[in-house]
């Protein structure tokens, strides 16, 4: 089987390329083996040549193999196996040093007919050494997986950082609230100062007032009485000033003017008292362990007149510590966040009673310390007012009905405590308040029994 004239051009040529070549019969029997095959699997053509190729190399793929050629000749077209499907046909160990963890020269195979006429004669199959490629390949792949990794880190350093710079702008926002309450406050404290000692002697005047108003009536009682013993000219005269002066209606008139006056200046005062609580400048309040169940549920009794005929009061406590506070600022925050959940709720439905208003509370996971929330199903805040609610004096109420100190007084007395407020609303929708306070914010904590209310109704 020694080949001749363009036969011996042909397998010269085979032996020169780099690249692996034989070829096979019907009967599986080798017909060219070139000198790639001869230095990779150490078998000389001399020895190959007339052989059964599956004899010599039992370990290859017999049952894959003859169907590829068995394809090949029934259809005469190309065949072709890649190293990402089967990494090698012959196990050429390599010979040089392996790399990239391979054991064994990665291959990709083409199988070609030959053909004599029309007819398919013989396969030939030329194996491609893609070692290096694949090394490459898989360098490339970790170098992917790397640079995944590295984005994936990036993206999720960017989200820590897209966090940590949300919570630095709220930080700074709460600081500048801070500061701004802070320096209100001693406004107020003064101004609070300056108001009441004015209001105090002014009511004074007015109680003294209303005496001598109540002196003179009688002293013209006791005129008019004696008008009848005078005489037609007097009596004349009398009855003229009496005309002139209104004096019926003055008589009507001047305790309603008296009252009015108390009552405003008795407003006045209810403002200067908020003032006062606002800059905490009261410092005579004691710190006390106390249940907090019981100082909301005397508050909700205090308010229960307020809330009853615009909303449903609900209370779902849950299971609280005892906690070092002042219980009359308490009070005051769940007052002042209860009515005003309650004038939120009020005209938000067709009945009387149109909202609902729920106080809940419970412990802070992780945390020494425990909540409250106030939540009403009312009208909501704005989104552009949401920045200025804990402002002094500012009010969404129409003139007259609101001082706009409620929210501010209940910010100052949470920051006395150590605690955070936190408000999310939804227009139409609703408001909800939470309070977080520290268990213990001054002292150490005695042990004491955990407290719970069970959810109910009013």
């Given at each position: 089987?020694?080949p001749?004239?363009?036969?011996?051009l042909?397998f010269?040529?085979a032996?020169?390329?780099?690249?692996?070549?034989?070829?096979?019969?019907?009967g599986?029997?080798?017909?060219i083996?070139?000198?790639?095959?001869?230095?990779h699997?150490?078998?000389?053509?001399?020895?190959?040549l007339g052989?059964?190729?599956?004899?010599v190399?039992?370990?290859?793929?017999?049952?894959?193999?003859r169907?590829?050629f068995?394809s090949?000749?029934?259809?005469?077209?190309?065949?072709?196996?890649?190293w990402?499907?089967?990494?090698y046909?012959?196990?050429?160990?390599?010979?040089?040093p392996?790399?990239?963890?391979?054991?064994?020269?990665?291959?990709?195979?083409?199988?070609?007919?030959?053909?004599?006429?029309?007819?398919?004669?013989?396969?030939?199959?030329?194996?491609?050494?893609?070692?290096d490629?694949?090394?490459?390949?898989?360098e490339?792949?970790?170098?992917?997986r790397?640079?995944?990794?590295?984005?994936?880190?990036?993206?999720?350093?960017?989200h820590?950082?897209?966090s940590?710079?949300?919570?630095?702008?709220?930080?700074?926002?709460?600081?500048l609230?801070s500061?701004?309450?802070?320096?209100?406050g001693?406004?107020?404290?003064?101004?609070?100062?300056e108001?009441n000692?004015p209001?105090g002697?002014?009511?004074?005047?007015l109680?003294?007032?209303?005496?001598?108003?109540?002196?003179?009536?009688?002293?013209?009682?006791?005129?008019?009485g004696?008008?009848a013993?005078?005489?037609?000219?007097?009596?004349?005269?009398?009855?003229?000033a009496?005309?002139?002066?209104?004096?019926?209606y003055?008589?009507?008139d001047?305790?309603?003017?008296?009252?009015?006056?108390r009552?405003?200046l008795a407003?006045?005062?209810e403002?200067?008292?908020?003032l006062?609580?606002?800059?905490?400048?009261?410092?005579s309040?004691?710190?006390?362990?106390?249940?907090l169940?019981?100082?909301?549920?005397?508050?909700l009794?205090?308010?229960?007149?307020?809330?009853r005929?615009r909303a449903?009061?609900?209370?779902c406590?849950g299971?609280?510590p005892?906690?070092?506070?002042?219980?009359?600022?308490?009070g005051q925050?769940v007052?002042n966040?209860?009515?005003?959940?309650?004038?939120?709720?009020a005209?938000?439905?067709?009945?009387?009673?149109s909202?609902?208003?729920?106080?809940r509370?419970?412990i802070?996971?992780?945390?020494?310390?425990?909540?409250i929330?106030?939540?009403?199903?009312?009208?909501?805040?704005?989104?552009?007012?949401?920045k200025?609610?804990?402002?002094p004096f500012?009010?969404?109420?129409?003139?007259?009905?609101?001082?706009?100190?409620?929210?501010?007084?209940?910010?100052?007395i949470v920051?006395?405590?150590?605690?955070?407020?936190?408000?999310?609303?939804?227009v139409?929708?609703?408001t909800?308040?939470?309070?977080?306070?520290?268990?213990?914010?001054a002292?150490?904590?005695?042990?004491?029994e955990?407290?719970?209310l069970?959810v109910?109704?009013?």
């Amino acid at each position: 089987m020694e080949p001749v004239g363009a036969d011996k051009l042909a397998f010269a040529i085979a032996d020169l390329v780099d690249v692996g070549v034989f070829a096979v019969d019907r009967g599986m029997r080798v017909v060219i083996w070139n000198g790639f095959m001869e230095r990779h699997s150490g078998r000389a053509r001399a020895d190959m040549l007339g052989g059964s190729l599956f004899d010599v190399f039992p370990d290859l793929p017999e049952k894959w193999l003859r169907r590829k050629f068995e394809s090949v000749f029934l259809l005469g077209s190309y065949a072709f196996s890649g190293w990402e499907h089967r990494p090698y046909l012959f196990r050429f160990d390599h010979n040089r040093p392996i790399t990239g963890g391979l054991d064994a020269m990665r291959q990709n195979c083409t199988f070609i007919p030959i053909r004599d006429g029309e007819d398919v004669t013989a396969v030939c199959v030329t194996i491609t050494d893609m070692t290096d490629i694949c090394i490459a390949y898989q360098e490339l792949q970790k170098r992917e997986r790397l640079v995944s990794d590295a984005l994936e880190q990036l993206t999720e350093r960017n989200h820590e950082l897209s966090s940590a710079n949300a919570q630095l702008e709220q930080a700074h926002q709460q600081l500048l609230q801070s500061e701004k309450l802070a320096a209100i406050g001693q406004l107020a404290a003064g101004v609070a100062h300056e108001i009441n000692n004015p209001v105090g002697f002014v009511l004074s005047n007015l109680n003294s007032l209303e005496s001598y108003v109540h002196d003179l009536l009688e002293v013209i009682d006791a005129y008019m009485g004696a008008e009848a013993s005078l005489g037609t000219e007097e009596r004349g005269r009398l009855s003229a000033a009496r005309r002139d002066a209104d004096l019926d209606y003055v008589r009507e008139d001047a305790p309603a003017l008296l009252r009015e006056s108390r009552e405003g200046l008795a407003r006045v005062r209810e403002i200067v008292v908020d003032l006062r609580d606002f800059s905490r400048v009261d410092t005579s309040h004691a710190w006390e362990w106390v249940d907090l169940h019981r100082c909301i549920e005397s508050t909700l009794n205090i308010v229960g007149k307020e809330v009853r005929y615009r909303a449903e009061l609900v209370r779902c406590f849950g299971e609280l510590p005892q906690v070092r506070c002042i219980p009359s600022q308490i009070g005051q925050v769940v007052l002042n966040l209860v009515i005003n959940a309650a004038h939120a709720c009020a005209g938000t439905g067709t009945d009387a009673v149109s909202g609902m208003v729920c106080v809940r509370t419970g412990i802070v996971a992780g945390e020494d310390a425990v909540w409250i929330e106030v939540q009403d199903t009312g009208c909501g805040i704005a989104p552009e007012n949401m920045k200025r609610i804990f402002e002094p004096f500012f009010t969404t109420k129409p003139v007259g009905q609101g001082t706009g100190l409620g929210l501010s007084v209940t910010y100052g007395i949470v920051s006395a405590h150590g605690g955070t407020i936190d408000v999310r609303s939804v227009v139409n929708q609703g408001t909800t308040f939470r309070i977080v306070l520290p268990v213990d914010h001054a002292g150490p904590r005695p042990a004491v029994e955990h407290t719970a209310l069970a959810v109910g109704r009013s």
